[in-house]
């Protein structure tokens, strides 16, 4: 094994990563202010891919400008249905608004399906996007790089959002006390649908890049990638944005070098590597790597 | 009157009738409706056994697919010819590949191969609480499916196993199907289903009462899972197929619909739960196929669901069982309060 | 300022208030005293809008001259923006957020930076630890500061009526003495008070008037003094035998 192999295969798990942290954030956010598990997050996900082939390819928007089509998509469903499903059960025990959160992947799956077809289609990006950089002693796409920029500015930015504007304080109040943030005049059916439509914002650009990254995309494509996030989020710690960014990146290099650098017949195994560690984390620590005590929360 | 009367009257009454019934289903029934009907059955099989589970100890599991698949291979293996299995299956030890199983026995290791993982996963996981352990035993089925497709020499990898003996029919369900429903029964009226509801109600308490809270959780979870194995074989020999994508998230969620709708740890309400979902589910079928519309049966369901939840969160018929439940406790109380 | 005129409220099945009436008027400190679970916290959160009364109107004039509205018909949100702030019992501080963004978000509605800025002076003035502990999250905070953290946060909204619930819970005797000064001194600054206690004779103590709360209907009232002088209320709250 060379350098030179190792260094694509962290490139890869990198870029990978920072794919699983967009979606692992809304993940965290979500379940921090409302305690669930949206499950439908993967489905918003596949809606930001198509969101996104739907500008790049068909109305032929500059690439910067579908990342903001993609953004603007993801929010809007993730409005949609928290209105439609999460605002009017709130208050009910857990397993109904997971039970509800399955329903709503299952409704738009279905949707997708009945509209465009299950079958996957190719998503080509821009010249300039594929082009090769080096890299050290490897060349690397543009797009990867991108991936990985675009990820960490959203990241920074939704941190000092909520860290230091009066929004974002507001947001962290009522994830902490719904009632209290009442009292002090906080709308919080505002901030928690706030907190859905920046999570699934997120998670509709992750849909792009995942698209620019591995040229395809299905309406069910966000099945997989959505758990192995929420898993990524456990990691990180559920609750924490940095936690579930950390978790994200974490997560995405552990399973690229565990295909990439164990022998071919382990790399199908792939998926339940991601989900073995999954368990040995929450037995070993329950709380993740950076995430406060979940005791109350869980 | 003596409790082998009143269990007479209570039980093989019902059976006895039911059987009456389905000879007569077998007479008058098409071959298509009966299909239906054995499906109806086994969904029936496993919205009960996973109530034992999610139901009546509070153990958030969408695992049951995974098991399903553990029991649906274990079966299909046994039961298919030993000539088969020998050009097929290269890995199989030959103690396997030698022998061709009888179908009750192939049924019965399928399921106790799927509580034996039940058990060995159990024990860990079943520390886990509510999301996620949902999760995680959402990730079991990624883990099972992950062994079917990468052992070919003993599953034939993606393709799956096909062609197998089309022996699964009405009488079979309709066993496994009272056996399940006996088990729940008695289960749910013992010491031990009352333990599971301590567990389910308070685990703190029940603990601190004694009661052996982690060997009672993966109990519960390896008898749901039995059941589920059980099912799993009696599904692959109905469509005589069986493969990693078999059972998939999709059933699970409609498994835990059932339950939730049904009134979580009421028999009854998740055995009618199961027989409105599958049927509803089969009226649409041809609905959408006449329209064009594939999915639009999974979306009508998909948003009862979301309804029932909003306006009925208790379960559709949530009052159905616990009402003779409560009387049942009512009685324990007042024998306890009277020395 | 405040009439609450026979409320009915269910709280967690309960029948928690049984036609409670009561009222409040500017400039006053009104305890509201009675044993646990007689529905005293449930009369504060029905009038911040915490909870909504099944039947009976709960009125609020925030200026002597205003026509009185109806708070009950209104979100918790706008009753804070109408000058009604609601201390809740057990402090609730937010944990993960520090000392300064604890009264921060005290003052979520008001858009005033300079105005802002003089209240936390003043706050820090009335409790100069808080200045000292602006950085630390909420949790670190004794429950002595903690309390003047609850209260410095409930003043930050500008209330003209504040309701207090149980600020003496589980402090020391000396603290609790410190915390009553300071309420005498809001009220003298303007902020009328309505305190719900379960230390009946500190309450009674400050209070100009005093009502007497049982199994969610008032049985008593009239000034601190007064209830402080009832046998029955001597008998039942003061611990006399």
């Known amino acids: 094994m060379t350098g030179a192999y190792l260094l694509s295969q962290i490139v890869n798990g990198l870029v990978l990563g920072a794919m699983y942290a967009l979606i692992a954030i809304g993940f965290s956010m979500i379940y921090g202010i409302v305690r669930l598990i949206n499950f439908a997050h993967g489905d918003i996900f596949a809606v930001g891919a198509f969101a996104a082939l739907g500008s790049i390819a068909i109305a032929a928007l500059p690439f910067p400008l579908a990342v903001l089509v993609v953004l603007l998509a993801g929010a809007l469903v993730g409005l949609l249905v928290e209105r439609a499903a999460f605002r009017p059960m709130r208050g009910a025990p857990q397993v109904t608004g997971f039970i509800a959160s399955l329903a709503v992947a299952i409704i738009l799956e279905n949707l997708a399906v009945m509209t465009i077809t299950a079958q996957p289609r190719t998503f080509a990006i821009p010249a300039w996007l594929g082009a090769l950089v080096p890299l050290g002693s490897i060349s690397v796409r543009v797009v990867d790089i991108a991936i990985i920029v675009l990820a960490l500015v959203l990241t920074a930015a939704l941190v000092g959002f909520v860290r230091f504007t009066r929004t974002g304080m507001a947001m962290r109040a009522t994830a902490e006390n719904y009632g209290v943030a009442r009292l002090m005049g906080i709308n919080i059916d505002r901030m928690i649908a706030l907190a859905f439509a920046i999570g699934s914002a997120l998670a509709a650009v992750a849909g792009l890049m995942w698209g620019a990254k591995y040229g395809q995309i299905s309406p069910l494509m966000g099945t997989v990638p959505g758990l192995k996030a929420f898993v990524a989020a456990v990691i990180g710690g559920v609750g924490s944005i940095s936690g579930a960014v950390l978790g994200g990146f974490v997560l995405g290099l552990a399973e690229v070098l565990f295909v990439g650098l164990l022998p071919s017949e382990f790399s199908a195994f792939r998926n339940a590597f991601v989900f073995a560690a999954l368990i040995l984390v929450l037995l070993v620590m329950p709380n993740g790597l950076i995430g406060k005590s979940t005791e109350t929360r869980a | ?339 | 300022m405040l009439w609450v005129d026979d409320i009915h409220v269910r709280r967690g099945g309960t029948h928690a208030l049984r036609g409670a009436s009561l009222e409040v008027r500017r400039g006053e400190i009104v305890a509201l005293i009675g044993a646990n679970g007689a529905g005293k916290t449930t009369t504060l959160a029905t009038i911040s809008g915490l909870l909504r009364p099944r039947s009976g109107t709960v009125r609020f004039a925030a200026e002597p001259d205003a026509a009185p509205v109806e708070l009950s018909a209104m979100k918790a949100e706008a009753i804070v923006a109408a000058g009604v702030s609601h201390c809740p019992e057990g402090r609730q501080i937010f944990a993960n957020l520090s000392v300064a963004e604890n009264l921060a978000i005290g003052a979520f509605l008001r858009r005033d930076r300079e105005g802002i800025a003089s209240d936390v002076a003043d706050i820090h003035r009335l409790f100069p630890i808080l200045k000292e502990r602006a950085g630390v999250p909420g949790d670190r905070l004794s429950g002595g500061e903690q309390m003047m953290l609850a209260i410095g946060r409930a003043l930050m909204s500008r209330p003209k009526l504040l309701l207090l619930d149980e600020p003496s819970l589980g402090l020391a005797p000396r603290l609790v003495e410190q915390i009553f000064d300071i309420l005498e001194r809001i009220r003298d600054e303007g902020v009328t008070v309505l305190l719900v206690e379960q230390n009946a004779a500190m309450a009674l103590d400050i209070a100009d008037r005093a009502y007497v709360l049982e199994a969610g209907s008032i049985v008593l009232q009239g000034t601190g003094r007064d209830l402080a002088e009832d046998p029955s209320v001597r008998r039942a709250y003061l611990g006399a035998a």
Request: glycine fraction near 10%; include cysteine; hydrophobic fraction near 55%.
């Open chain 2, 1 to 339: 009157m003596s409790a082998p009367a009143a269990f007479l009257l209570r039980f093989a009454l019902p059976v006895g009738i039911g059987a009456a019934l389905l000879y007569a289903a077998t007479l008058s029934l098409d071959p298509y409706s009966l299909t239906i009907l054995q499906f109806v059955g086994i969904n029936v099989i496993l919205a009960v056994s996973l109530n034992i589970t999610n139901g009546f100890t509070g153990l958030f599991s969408l695992g049951h697919p995974a098991f399903m698949t553990i029991g649906g291979y274990v079966t299909a293996i046994l039961t298919m010819p030993a000539t088969r299995k020998t050009a097929m299956l290269r890995d199989l030890p030959s103690i396997l590949a030698a022998h061709e199983w009888p179908f009750a026995a192939s049924l019965t290791a399928g399921g106790l191969v799927a509580a034996l993982a039940a058990v060995i996963v159990g024990i860990p996981v079943l520390r886990l609480r509510g999301h996620y352990l949902a999760v995680a035993t959402l990730g079991l089925i990624f883990i099972v499916q992950s062994f079917a497709v990468n052992l070919p020499g003993i599953t034939r990898g993606a393709l799956g196993l096909a062609g197998l003996p089309p022996v699964t029919n009405v009488w079979w369900v309709y066993l496994v199907l009272v056996l399940t429903l006996l088990t729940c029964w008695r289960v749910k009226h013992s010491s031990l289903g009352r333990t599971m509801l301590a567990i389910r109600e308070n685990e703190l308490a029940a603990a601190s009462l004694g009661v052996k809270v982690a060997r009672t959780r993966v109990l519960s979870f390896a008898l749901g899972a039995f059941f589920a194995g059980v099912a799993g074989g009696l599904w692959a020999h109905l469509v005589t197929l069986i493969a990693p994508g078999s059972f998939s998230i999709l059933l699970g969620f409609q498994l835990i619909v059932m339950v939730v709708l049904g009134g979580t740890g009421s028999i009854a309400g998740a055995a009618i739960a199961a027989v409105v979902l599958t049927l509803s589910t089969e009226w649409l079928r041809p609905i959408e196929e006449a329209a064009g519309l594939f999915g639009a049966s999974q979306i009508i369901v998909a948003v009862g669901v979301i309804l029932v939840l909003i306006f009925r969160p208790s379960g559709l018929f949530g009052t159905a069982e616990p009402n003779v439940f409560g009387a049942f406790a009512r009685r324990r109380r007042h024998a306890q309060s009277t020395p």
